[in-house]
């Protein structure tokens, strides 16, 4: 993965006010850059998806769904569904939270449909994001 879709998902999730000290955070993060990698992953969500992530961190699946769903959560306001829905392909409302694999989802395929035809998910420009990076990951 390259560190400018990693700087992308830590910008969407900053954006979004998920807060870096929350434990859901990591997790969040580490699933939509795998759904990223991997769109078909989603499809395995309590069978595949959240036990690779688990695995990786040694705790359980049921614990993972629960951090990555109070990350959500605790961020979900009118200012965040309003961002999410002006600069990504979402159709969010506020007060109807979406589930986990449906936000993952929708936030990867942003991304990626983005990464295609060379928009930046979240800056006016990408020069923005490229003066933010060190020069060996610029490209």
């Not at 999730?13 to 955070?25: E, P, R």
């Not at 699946?61 to 829905?85: M, Y």
Request: hydrophobic share 40%.
């Amino acid at each position: 993965m390259s560190a400018l879709v990693n700087y992308e998902v830590t910008q969407i999730l900053f954006k979004m006010g998920v807060k870096a000290s929350t434990k859901g955070y990591g997790y969040l993060r580490e699933a939509i850059l795998m759904v990223i990698e991997d769109p078909d992953i989603i499809n395995a969500v309590t069978k595949e998806f959240y036990p690779a992530i688990a695995e990786k961190h040694n705790d359980t699946w049921l614990k993972v769904e629960r951090a990555i769903r109070h990350a959500i959560e605790t961020s979900w306001d009118e200012i965040t569904v309003e961002w999410l829905n002006d600069n990504l392909m979402t159709n969010f409302t506020a007060s109807k939270k979406p589930c986990n694999s449906e936000f993952i989802a929708t936030v990867a395929d942003s991304i990626r449909v983005f990464r295609e035809v060379g928009k930046n998910v979240f800056a006016s420009t990408q020069n923005e994001i490229q003066q933010g990076l060190p020069q060996e990951t610029r490209g």
